[in-house]
């Protein structure tokens, strides 16, 4: 287990909120760490980013935790800077936060849509203006940025201010690719589909059973599943691959919503 042997990493949003169930953040630190990687911990709640690295340290691995908020750019500076004065360099980066938000168009709450633009994509572009520089000074590194399937087509929900940002991350995936692939700086997209993750347990059973039977594979994601993605994105198992957005949903990108017309009506299926 050492695929990232000798790489020092910072996950956002890594903090565990949840008895139950496991969020993209805490799971991709978890597995970065098993994988040999040295984690900081970037969280705005130091106590759910403590129970991460309590996690970590019980399996063996190192990790330190780092309060931000990634909305307010001298945290961002901040987190990368103590991502070199601690562990000496910075290799990965996971811009994993995310809120959501609500409405139709004709809906939109301003002081909300500032919120979740700045939280979901002005933070990861924060960050990496940062991180890059750092990255590249230590000969390269990969950045792995988190959208989501409403980034790419309109959800089951009204969540325009989401789903703008949610995209918006996918353009800047790839233009950070093509601006900073001579400097040895990786920048990919993970976009996930219908998780099972603390984010969705409000959900009633009966749309949590149709998240399931959405997707061609007729199962449900977890944490875990981002965190594979990502440890592949991370490692040099990917040196090759930038400017990619990778689903992570069941194969639910690959239908359209007839497409999966008798697995949705049969209660078998």
Not at 162 to 181: E, L
Request: net charge negative; with cysteine; glycine share 12%.
């Amino acid at each position: 287990m050492n695929r990232l042997s000798n790489k020092v990493a910072v996950v956002t949003g890594a903090g565990t909120r949840a008895e139950e169930g496991v969020g993209t953040g805490r799971a991709s630190a978890v597995l970065f760490a098993r994988e040999g990687a040295k984690v900081l911990l970037v969280d705005r709640d130091i106590e759910a980013a403590e129970r991460t690295r309590a996690e970590i340290e019980a399996e063996g691995g190192e990790a330190s935790v780092f309060e931000a908020d990634v909305s307010v750019e001298a945290d961002c500076q901040a987190l990368v800077e103590a991502a070199v004065e601690r562990y000496g360099k910075l290799d990965v980066l996971m811009n994993n936060v995310g809120i959501g938000g609500r409405g139709k168009v004709t809906e939109i709450d301003f002081d909300e849509w500032e919120r979740v633009q700045a939280v979901d994509v002005k933070s990861m572009a924060m960050i990496s203006k940062y991180a890059v520089p750092a990255m590249s000074k230590g000969g390269g590194g990969s950045i792995i940025n988190v959208s989501s399937v409403d980034g790419v087509r309109a959800g089951a929900f009204f969540n325009i201010p989401y789903a703008v940002a949610k995209g918006g991350v996918i353009s800047m995936t790839r233009a950070m690719a093509v601006h900073h692939g001579r400097e040895g700086v990786r920048a990919n997209c993970i976009v996930p589909g219908h998780l099972d993750t603390p984010m969705v347990s409000a959900l009633p059973d009966e749309f949590r059973e149709l998240r399931r039977k959405a997707g061609p594979l007729g199962t449900v994601g977890t944490g875990w599943d981002i965190g594979w993605a990502a440890v592949f994105l991370a490692s040099d198992e990917s040196r090759w691959i930038t400017g990619v957005e990778l689903p992570v949903d069941a194969g639910t990108l690959a239908a359209m919503p007839l497409s999966m017309y008798r697995e949705l009506i049969n209660e078998n299926g």
